[in-house]
């Protein structure tokens, strides 16, 4: 990637996009968490102490959700993480917005409002890079209006690096696109840990979103990364399903969530690799809010809906984690919302921040956990990617990362 020590930015005009994207209280406003605010801080320090004029497009959640709402708050919440007041303006491509920018001085700073307002962000298929041109992203009205005020375009979105939307592969095509700091940790850790990490090497999915996680799972199975996968969460209760135990209610669970197609995937990943995925020996069950504890076997059908995993598996795979020279983590293991059932979540990732290998964890719900407990000081990494971060770790080509990589080969002969 061409990253900040590629250029001087003494008196250029830099357009940044970041991914601020807060979990948001819908009634008050307020941001919950401010971790990716947090994490953006480095960027935008060296663009200031490098006397650029930084501009910051970003999003804040989807057209028709709660929290979707305006970046005000995150222009407070940025100022007090920088220390240098951010100035807020409540459009992205309008006279005021361009006159502000053009007028801007050294080492300002301006967040514009959230580029999702606006539809043209939002209207091409974002799940799908294919078809979608940074050429065609380029020609879009968002672009066009802004592109001719900047000299240079960095992105430190990694958590949105698996949408090819105008403003983050868009000015691509009229400026280099520079790696900003964040996008770099991100992805030099995620590759290290995907690619060669330290051995023995022991991924723990979990979590509601097994499609994802078993993605994971069959790219670092396949490429002989992994050399143990821990299961847990609906994960595990699909892997458990395709080794033939009878999980009762569970199994409707897996089919309202439209993942009983998964249940095939997992009985072709058992085939080659069973040696390598441990699924859990016991589970708790949520009987009437009570926590009950089964063993699982074969011949023996689950009374009740599984809310987290059972204390033996806790154990058993404690010391396996305690064994481990990486783990990378992503789901939690229960229902750890509930005090019952947070158990199986919360002495994993204790084992997890005890160990003395290099731990990973994927954004979301698992990183929200170990803020919670206490243990987020204790992991290695935790990335600010959800469905970018599983993305990568599946193997995927994310289009910031491919047009980051085009980007490079485009200007680094120039420099
Ligand atoms: C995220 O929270 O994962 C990113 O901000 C991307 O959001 P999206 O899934 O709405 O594109």
Known sequence: ????????????????????NCPIDPNTGEILDDKRIREIKDTIKELINKNAKVVILAHQSRPGKKDFTTLKNHAKVLSNVIGKDVEFIDEVIGYTARESIINMKCGDVILLENIRFYSEEVLSDWKKWEGITPKKQAETNIIKKLYPLFDYFVNDAFAAAHRAQPSLVGFSYYMPMIAGRLMEKEVSILSK????PERPCVYVLGGAKADDSIKVMKNVLKKGVADKVLTSGIVANIFLIAMGYDLGVNIKVIENLGLTNQIEIAKELLDKFKDKIVVPVDVALNINENRE?????????????????????IELYSEIIKEAKTIVANGPAGVFEKELFAKGTKELLKAIANSDGFSVIGGGHLSAAAELFGFANKIDHISTGGGATLEFLGGEKLPVIEMLKESYKKYKRKN
Do not use: A, Y
Not at 1 to 6: G, K, R
Not at 193 to 196: F, Q
Not at 293 to 313: F, P, S, V
């Open 1 to 20: 990637f061409l990253t900040l020590d590629d250029f001087d930015f003494e008196d250029k005009r830099v357009v940044l996009r970041v991914d601020i």
């Open 193 to 196: 840990v995907l690619e060669n």
């Open 293 to 313: 504890e089964t063993d699982l076997q074969k011949d023996k059908k689950i009374e009740g809906l599984i809310n987290d995993i059972g204390e033996k598996t």
